[in-house]
């Protein structure tokens, strides 16, 4: 296990915070668990998140 600390906007950290909270109590398995399925999902898309990074935003 391995603790890190990220800066994000305020609205992004309570809604990371909720979904796992939700997750959780919902499947019930360690909050550590439920933030690594959750990482792995985003890791999943990485070149979709990296597209959306690069592009020019939509006006």
Same mark, same amino acid.
């Given at each position: 296990? $391995?603790?890190?600390?990220?800066?994000? +906007? &305020? %609205?992004?950290?309570?809604?990371?915070? =909720?979904? &796992? $909270? $939700?997750? /959780?109590?919902?499947?019930?398995? +360690? *909050? /550590? %668990? &439920?933030?690594?399925?959750?990482? $792995?999902?985003?890791?999943? @898309?990485?070149? %979709?998140?990296? *597209? *959306?990074?690069?592009?020019?935003? =939509? @006006?």
């Amino acid at each position: 296990m $391995d603790r890190r600390s990220w800066y994000m +906007p &305020v %609205e992004s950290a309570a809604a990371l915070a =909720q979904l &796992v $909270d $939700d997750l /959780h109590y919902t499947t019930r398995r +360690p *909050k /550590h %668990e &439920v933030l690594a399925a959750i990482i $792995d999902g985003a890791l999943a @898309r990485r070149a %979709e998140t990296q *597209k *959306k990074l690069t592009d020019p935003p =939509q @006006r």
